[in-house]
């Protein structure tokens, strides 16, 4: 049996959608096997299966850098070949995936250049493996509060208002909204006995808070936004609290198939994608916006929690 032409080999291999994806996301970057899996949301498997295939048809080449491999387009002599993968790279801005796969690549690049998270997991893997007497994150804890400035800060969905408490004991104001009376009458009797009086709760809604607009230095979304009815509308919302160079701050859950949180917790979302965060946040009014997963729960469902941010 005669070899298929290289020209229906290649149409081949460029008709499928995910290749198309990654090809795409190689055109102006050398990305990783674990950086392409962050960026797709697909699994390191299939990705490693479909850059094996660009690469067996010469579309791609890859390159050793230490403990991992990068990836990108291979020089292309042919004419012909190169405005085939080009036709293609145009295809693929017509994928539904194509908003998502450019918000996670600007993000995927700038934690490149952006190394304090991956500090932080060094030091808090140093700092479980080894005792040492009064070393703990409850002193750690109460150090960094200390660096906190003088600032109005609203806490969004504050619950019984234990963050608020904290911060409440440094910062010059804070007000706690919440939409359960109840929450926001027992964290009232609890700032009243703990004598902190720049604390302030306020029953309300996420969506729209009763807050004066432009009034917070910062605004927290502490495991609030997965109780939202419109996250994108609670998140424009705390823009307007803001005053200009203000900054927002969002702990909340990645995207996850745990049904059961709807039940149990109340959970309007299942956790929300990286992409989701980021472009509701620039959409938003939102500068400099970073999404970073920070941490995972050991025991399962292995919940994990993305920290997002953005200033005024």
Request: glycine share 8%.
């Amino acid at each position: 049996m005669s070899e298929t032409p290289r020209t229906l080999r290649l149409l081949r291999v460029l008709a499928d959608p995910t290749r198309l994806r990654i090809i795409s996301l190689l055109q102006e970057n050398e990305l990783s096997v674990n950086e392409l899996q962050d960026i797709t949301c697909l699994g390191q498997s299939r990705i490693s299966t479909h850059l094996g295939q660009l690469q067996e048809n010469g579309l791609l080449e890859s390159e050793r850098k230490g403990k991992r491999t990068y990836y990108r387009w291979a020089p292309l002599s042919d004419e012909a070949v190169g405005k085939l993968v080009l036709l293609a790279v145009e295809g693929a801005d017509e994928l539904p995936e194509r908003e998502s796969d450019t918000i996670n690549l600007k993000r995927v690049l700038d934690r490149r250049e952006q190394q304090e998270q991956v500090y932080f997991n060094q030091v808090a893997g140093r700092f479980d493996r080894s005792y040492g007497p009064g070393r703990s994150w409850q002193a750690f804890g109460h150090l960094l509060l200390r660096i906190l400035p003088s600032i109005d800060v609203a806490d969004l969905v504050s619950g019984e208002g234990l963050l608020s408490e904290l911060l409440a004991r440094r910062c010059r104001r804070v007000i706690a909204v919440d939409n359960s009376e109840k929450m926001v009458q027992f964290g009232a009797r609890k700032a009243e006995k703990n004598k902190l009086k720049n604390l302030e709760f306020r029953h309300g809604d996420l969506e729209a808070p009763p807050i004066e607009e432009g009034s917070m230095d910062l605004v927290i979304l502490s495991q609030a936004l997965h109780h939202a009815q419109d996250p994108a509308k609670a998140i424009l919302s705390g823009h307007r609290l803001l005053k200009p160079g203000g900054q927002v701050l969002i702990l909340d859950l990645l995207k996850h198939e745990f049904g059961k949180a709807r039940e149990l917790y109340g959970d309007q979302w299942l956790g929300f994608p990286e992409s989701d965060l980021h472009r509701w946040l620039e959409d938003a009014g939102f500068r400099d916006v970073e999404v970073t997963v920070v941490a995972q729960e050991e025991a399962p469902p292995h919940f994990q929690t993305i920290l997002a941010s953005g200033f005024k």
